[in-house]
């Protein structure tokens, strides 16, 4: 059983956690956006400035120089670009660039490229264009909570792999001093 002030101190930590999810002083979410279309960039940006921040990229080259300045939790990117997909796009920076939420926006539908991009380039989300602005924003937001719920889950597996290393050389300890 856990004591009292055991209890207490889960309740705040839950309550810490909810208010960075959910509460002002979550820290701004960093996108990535994608596309080959300047218009589509500008009405992105202008849209969402305020909200997130935001760096924009005409191409998939220019997106990897800017990947190489900045760490991002979304990356959005148009499907039909000029020299390469989305797809590949996304699959070409999974391996260095792994812990970003992608986006997948397209004007087409089409079943293939919804499975490649799932399977090649790790897709969370697949939006159709034009987006509509609550969507967008609502699906950023979810997207965001994943991102921050991963990488809750990889700190709590790094200090559960931690404190399992400090128990089994106390255990052992133990076992010489008997």
């Not at 799932?118 to 969370?124: A, F, K, L, P, S």
Request: aromatic letters at 10%; hydrophobic letters at 40%.
């Amino acid at each position: 059983m856990y004591s009292e002030k055991e209890i207490k101190e889960q309740i705040k930590l839950l309550n810490e956690e909810w208010q960075v999810l959910t509460g002002p002083v979550r820290e701004k979410i960093n996108i990535l956006y994608v596309d080959d279309e300047p218009a589509n960039l500008r009405s992105f940006k202008s849209v969402f400035r305020r909200e997130f921040n935001i760096k924009i990229a005409e191409s998939a080259v220019e997106a990897k120089e800017i990947l190489q300045e900045h760490t991002f939790h979304i990356i959005i990117t148009d499907q039909i670009m000029p020299h390469t997909t989305g797809i590949e796009f996304l699959e070409s920076i999974r391996e260095e660039h792994p812990e970003p939420i992608r986006i997948l926006l397209t004007g087409y539908s089409d079943i293939g490229a919804v499975i490649d991009a799932i399977n090649r380039g790790g897709v969370y989300r697949y939006m159709s264009k034009p987006w509509n602005e609550a969507e967008m924003r609502q699906i950023i937001e979810s997207s965001y909570e994943v991102f921050y719920l991963r990488e809750k889950n990889k700190k709590l597996a790094d200090d559960l792999i931690k404190t399992n290393r400090q128990l089994e050389f106390l255990f052992r300890q133990k076992l010489l001093d008997v």
